[in-house]
């Protein structure tokens, strides 16, 4: 299927690409990277604008973020429950947005990507703030856009290379992140234990 949604790029192109992210976003198993990564391709041979297909990309994520975030703002915990073949998804996602609270939205549009659309219904769910969620989602759908269409303009006419350097950048930046937060942890601990000190 994957190959047959590619060959579609050339030929429908941006709305594609808008499709594509939006279904995504709702939980539909469709390889949204993968296109955004042949769209740059498409991009760096001439054949689309960057701004069109990353604006095209961004917007039907964001539609679909807040569709889904619509949709469990309006059927709550019923809805989430319909999704029993999912639960352990929705668990995970729950889990996150109560650990990360709106971190969480930005983190699942490009770093735990599989758990974006169950946090997009759970956050409508838990009557998370419309605001908190839309401008965190808009920044991760931004930093997920921007890396896979990149990505696919760096590396034109080579996929694979081009998805092992996003699994890779995606690892690296989940380890600086992980780094940032020991640091940060340790220089409140350091900091504490000098005022107990005095």
Known sequence: MTE??????????VHLLAFSTFISCLGVPIPASVLMLTAGGFVASGDLTLAESAGYALAGAIAGDQTGFGIGRWR?????????????????????????????????????????????????????????FTLWGIAGEMVWVSLYVGLGYGFTGNLEVASDMATNLLGF?????????????????????????K
């Open 76 to 132: 709550g915990e019923p809805f989430l429950r319909h999704l029993s073949t999912r639960s352990n998804l929705v668990d995970k996602a729950r889990a996150m947005l109560v650990e990360k609270g709106a971190l969480a939205v930005f983190l699942s549009r490009w770093f735990a990507s599989a758990l974006g659309p169950y946090v997009n219904f759970a956050a409508g769910a838990a009557g998370q703030s419309w605001l908190s």
């Open 173 to 197: 930046v989940a380890a600086a992140l992980v780094a940032l937060g020991l640091g940060y942890w340790l220089l409140v601990a350091m900091r504490s234990d000098d005022t107990h000190e």
């Open 4 to 13: 047959w949604l590619i060959g579609l790029v050339p030929q429908y192109g």
